[in-house]
Each structure stands twice: as structure tokens, then as C-alpha cells.
């Protein structure tokens, strides 16, 4: 017998406890206007690491697959690690320092220069002088 009142008891504040729900006081309320979210604040791009001649990467021809291009392997802390980079001849539009002798360059020499696909690499700036290539 004694279950039996257990039983009943559970069954009592089972039955209370659904009974409060059923009672509670719920009041409907319209819901509230959505509000646009505000707007990220917009970044300004960050500038791309661009070579300018102060650091000192290591640079290795490792192939010359045309006339026109080589494959070179680029590694600088500051602008970047480019495993098999194709550079193109170009005419320099600039004075420079050749990365690979350290030879100057003058505008209008001949010489290779990072191939751009898309955004420019890091190197962009960088140029091998041409009559420095032994291949």
C-alpha cells in the first residue's frame, strides 16, 4: 500500500506542476519591429608587403623554361615565399639593383621581373638583370 501513496503523491505534483503551466498568465505582446543590423565599420585594404630593396631574400634561378621567362625561387620574411615563380623579360622602367648580383640596373636594360597574375606579388618591385642569367 504504501506504493500505491507514492505513486499518488508523484501523480499529484505531476498533476499540480501541469496545472501552474496551464495557469500561468501569458500575455501576448506584439513583437517588436526588426532593427537592421548595424554595418561593420569598413577596413581600410592593408597595403601588400612591396619589395624595396632593404631586405635581403634569397634568390635561386631554378629553371629557364622559354626565352622569355624564368622559374625563380623567392624567400623574404618581409614580402613573402614564392616556390616557383615565373618571372618575364621586361625593359626596366627604373633604376635598380639586380637581387641576384647585386648589380645596378639602369632604365631601359633588359631584365626579368615577377610575373603578375592577378594582384601583384610582394616582389613586384624586384628585377634580375638579363645578361646575369647562365643557362
Not at 501569458?26 to 619589395?51: C, D, S
Request: proline share 8%; net charge positive.
Amino acid at each position: 500500500m504504501s506504493e500505491r501513496i507514492r505513486i499518488q503523491e508523484r501523480a499529484d505534483v505531476w498533476c499540480q506542476t501541469v496545472t501552474a503551466i496551464r495557469d500561468f498568465d501569458v500575455r501576448r505582446q506584439p513583437a517588436p519591429e526588426p532593427v537592421a543590423a548595424p554595418r561593420p565599420a569598413r577596413r581600410r585594404p592593408r597595403m601588400a608587403a612591396y619589395w624595396d630593396g632593404r631586405s635581403q631574400p634569397t634568390v635561386r634561378v631554378l629553371d629557364k623554361p622559354t626565352a622569355q621567362t624564368l622559374t625563380v625561387s623567392w624567400c623574404d620574411a618581409r614580402t613573402g615565399h614564392y616556390g616557383y615563380q615565373t618571372w618575364r623579360v621586361n625593359i626596366a622602367r627604373r633604376a635598380g639593383t639586380c637581387v641576384l648580383t647585386g648589380r645596378t640596373i639602369e632604365a631601359g636594360e633588359t631584365v626579368y621581373c615577377p610575373r603578375a597574375n592577378g594582384a601583384p606579388p610582394g616582389n613586384a618591385g624586384a628585377m634580375i638583370v638579363a645578361s646575369g642569367i647562365d643557362f
